[in-house]
């Protein structure tokens, strides 16, 4: 059985029989990997913890014929130790692990600047360096647009007017991928509320200045949200149970 060695974090895991659980973890090296860590709900585990989502390991793994199997695991960092203990860090956790378990869909492909992406929010979080909600929704914006989807909030994505001032009552279309001017607006976009422009411009450049300034914007939230089911094909349901 060749074995491999990799760093990753657990996005999720699963029960499987008895005492087993099915671990899908983020490595450096190897993209998303599946595994079985064998044991690990008995009280007395080797793993302990440290297969739980949210933790940074050191893994070494069995590569088998159906399954992977975990054979060892180190943390790096505990990561959920302080996460789980504060709420809005712990929802802000689940919707950047469910987004990057999204975004990542094929397992063994490396996506090393989105583990990197990954590992930073994480520990933002573990820190309680910045509100959750401004980390998850940061984390959220700039792993899409890493994947392609990067919202266009310089200047109108139908006429190219750029600028603020070219923009009085600039509208936001998240189909058309960004903001939309007063005369080219189509009926889908909505209005941006004050500072909300500047919010999202904060959140996909990861300007903590802005973000620590005040609390998100209820808009800012939604269009977060909206861009991520919308280019994810799917609600992250992790940012739903906010509402
Ligand atoms: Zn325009």
């Not at 990753?8 to 998303?32: N, S, Y």
């Not at 959140?203 to 089911?229: K, M, N, S, Y």
């Amino acid at each position: 059985m060749p074995l491999y060695r990799d760093e990753g974090v657990v996005l999720r895991t699963a029960k499987l029989g008895e005492a087993d659980r099915i671990v899908w973890l983020f490595t450096r090296r190897h993209g998303k990997v599946r595994a079985v860590a064998k044991g690990v709900r008995r009280a007395r585990s080797r793993f302990g913890a440290r297969l739980e989502p949210f933790m940074r390991a050191d893994v070494l793994i069995n590569t088998g014929r159906s399954l992977d199997v975990v054979s060892q695991a180190e943390t790096i960092a505990a990561y959920a130790d302080r996460i789980v203990a504060d709420y809005a860090s712990y929802t802000a956790a689940s919707a950047i692990v469910e987004t990057a378990d999204r975004i990542v869909a094929a397992e063994r492909e490396p996506a090393a600047d989105q583990y990197r992406l990954l590992i930073a929010a994480l520990a933002a979080l573990s820190r309680g360096m910045h509100r959750g909600e401004a980390v998850g929704d940061s984390y959220v914006l700039r792993a899409l647009a890493l994947a392609g989807w990067s919202p266009r909030l310089a200047s109108c994505v139908v006429c190219g007017r750029a600028g603020d001032r070219a923009l009085p009552g600039a509208y936001f279309s998240v189909p058309a991928g960004g903001l939309m001017c007063a005369v080219d607006h189509t009926p889908e976009s909505r209005l941006l509320q004050p500072g909300v422009l500047d919010q999202l411009r904060a959140l996909v450049d990861g300007d903590w200045e802005v973000l620590d300034a005040g609390e998100l914007d209820p808009q800012t939230r939604h269009i977060v949200e909206e861009w991520g089911a919308y280019y994810l094909e799917r609600p992250i349901r992790s940012l739903r149970l906010l509402d």
